[in-house]
């Protein structure tokens, strides 16, 4: 049975949050911020911020993009890393904050079709988990 979530979306708080946490780059002309300020060499910066306990559910959520697309700009082995465990944990274990990623990076189902490298792994938490985005 199809588990279903509403959309979520980042919020401009939660973007300002974490733009003081970090100092952040910020301009209200950019697409995509979560994935314009995503850095590979801040990984552990972010995964820190993340277990803090000091985040909001949308701070966590925007950082979560961020970190993903830190993965995905990397060149660590992911099935070796403990870092990529710890995220692809958290991502299960917080499906209340996270469904909307998880879909977004499985990008869809087909085996056959492969958006990003960190896709297949979010593609087994989504059909192990068995989610479904809806609009809210």
Known sequence: ML??????YITASAIYALVQRFNLPYDPFM????YEVADPNRIDEFIDA???????EDEKFALMETILQSF???TKIL???????????LL???LDIHATTICYW????????????ITPYLRKIKRRNHLKIVPK
């Open 92 to 94: 299960e274990d917080n």
């Open 106 to 117: 499985a990008c869809g189902n087909s085996a056959y079709t492969l958006c990003w490298r």
């Open 50 to 56: 993340y277990l803090s306990n000091e985040l909001n």
């Open 3 to 8: 588990k279903t979530y509403p959309q979520r």
């Open 31 to 34: 697409q995509d911020w979560e």
């Open 72 to 74: 995905e700009e990397s």
């Open 79 to 89: 099935d070796s890393d403990q870092q990529w465990s710890t995220i692809l944990q």
